[in-house]
């Protein structure tokens, strides 16, 4: 069994269970979430010994050369003495909250120092405010009253001074049920770990965009640089929604404002079991066909979605994961 040092002492680790589960079972404080790769805020740092690589998957070649790794995805293999990584959080204030749809807000953010991003990145979210209700724990780090949460950015950083998030209320999720239920204008919050990818820069001629329920925040930004006066490089897009209900659609305004006036960009709305059924058809269409040689398949959506409408398509394909 290997062995880890933490904080000056040694504890007996096993291959089978991630590293953070061991941690947390000694009452250790780590600052955790989603417990799956996504959040980023049990971001560890081994300072002897070497972490299993699948734990570093999702981290920047920096942090991985730094020897940063994701304690929930690591189990590890042999001794490590690991630390906390410094978590470099940049104080922020809300500074608008606004309702898209019944279970949907966006909130904007004053950042206190300049943030770059750009179109496809996602931020986390700390609090240290108390939640609605202390009986769920997703979305609750152990390390005091700590809430954390990933989102993507909705904003766009060349026009936009605060940042922007759309928030999805979630069963089970702290974070969620937070920010819908007790957020004010001039609140605190800390924004740290800028990442993801930069979808614009990975556009190809012909994008075929396929949104599901909620997660359009990645996709608005991209639509407007990629759509902005300023710009040189045509692209076309085909967007696609795909939504249970026609009531979870929103940002439909500018949507439907560059569906009339680019000729390289439609929307199509595939809405409820009908809309699945199309979609598929679409896709099964576009995946096979060699009429578009520079296309690629942008989709945005849950795991399971994802999983789902990427099975078929043989077209190169960007994914913008939501756990
Ligand atoms: S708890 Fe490890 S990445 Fe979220």
Redesign the pocket.
Known sequence: MPLITFAGRTYQASSQRPL?ETLLSHRLTVP????????????MKVEKGKVPACSQQSLNIDKVQQGYF????CRPEQDMEISLAKRDTVPGIITGKTRLTSTLIALDIAPRHPVDYQPGQLITLWTTDSPPSASQPSGRSNNSNEL?RPCYLASLAEQDKPLTVHIQRRANDQFSQWAHDCTQIGQKISISDVRGTKIYQNLSSNNLIVVQDGCLAPILPLLRKLYASSATTRKSVQLILQVDHKDNLYGMTLINRLAQQQPDFTVQVCCGLQGKKQLETILGKSGSSSELPDSRLIISGYQDFIKQYTQQVQMDILLLPYS
């Not at 989603?34 to 049990?42: A, I, K, Q, T, W």
């Not at 994701?70 to 995805?73: G, K, M, R, S, V």
């Open positions: 953070l955790h979430s989603c417990r799956s790769g996504y959040c980023h805020s049990c971001l994701l304690a929930c995805l954390a």
